[in-house]
């Protein structure tokens, strides 16, 4: 099965850049996608198509694509950034959705 | 868009159980329902992908068997029958309008609150 691997753990401080990484075989040729998870409430989709911004999700946030590597970099950290943040292809070969594991973006 | 999930509860292992997801018939229209589970502590999970279009049902390959989609229409309820459950079944499941983009690829636009299925004896 298709994996999606992110570093358990960021921390930046506020003000800081935080980037957060996705690494899968041939990502390049995926559509990638990223939730941001705060405790006790449901994701919430803060950029879809690999760099594709919806509504809401500010312009310091954003996607991008590099090799093997999909990464969600926000700038200009702020303390309420901090949250759980997940990386989501569709595997088309298998029919299959794909999480990664997650990344506990801490703002120090 | 709007989704409430409910039905989950304590169930014994090797039992079932049947959780609905709650939409408008706007919501139905324009999204294919998506089960998403957690287990308590741990990292999201794809469990199934309805596509009211085409239609199919996709599932976790780990899940296909065990778990299965049906949808009342009348009601814009679609429904998650978990059969055979374990403990590591045990988590949060919500359901999420998936969007299709580009005919490719899915993500999931609009979440559920979700709903606690704990499996134990």
């Known amino acids: 099965s298709y994996v999606l691997a992110q570093p358990p753990s960021v921390s930046v401080a506020p003000g800081q850049t935080a980037t957060i990484t996705c690494g899968g075989n041939n990502i390049g040729s995926k559509s990638v996608h990223w939730y941001q998870q705060k405790p006790g409430q449901a994701p919430v989709v803060v950029v879809f198509?690999?760099?594709v911004r919806p509504s809401g999700t500010p312009e310091r946030v954003s996607g991008s694509k590099s090799g093997n590597t999909a990464t969600l970099t926000i700038t200009w950290v702020e303390v309420g950034d901090e949250a759980d943040y997940y990386c989501q292809m569709w595997d088309s070969s298998r029919d299959q959705g794909v999480f990664g594991g997650g990344t506990k973006l801490t703002v120090l | 868009v709007q989704l409430l999930e409910s039905g989950g509860t304590l169930v014994q292992p090797g039992g079932s159980l049947r959780l609905s997801c709650t939409a408008s018939e706007v919501t139905f229209n324009t999204c294919d329902v998506t089960w998403v589970r957690q287990a308590p502590g741990k990292g999201l999970e794809w469990v199934s992908t309805?596509?009211?279009?085409?239609?199919?049902?996709y599932y976790a390959d780990s899940l296909r068997g065990r778990f299965a989609i049906s949808r009342d229409t009348s009601k814009n309820i679609l429904y998650l029958q978990m059969s055979s459950l374990r403990v590591e079944d045990t988590a949060f499941y919500f359901c999420?309008?998936?969007?299709?983009?580009?005919?490719?690829?899915?993500?999931?636009?609009?979440w559920g609150r979700g709903t606690l299925v704990t499996v134990s004896s």
């Open positions: 309805f596509s009211a279009s085409r239609p199919y049902t």
């Open positions: 999420a309008c998936g969007s299709l983009v580009r005919g490719i690829t899915y993500f999931f636009k609009d």
């Open positions: 198509d690999d760099d």
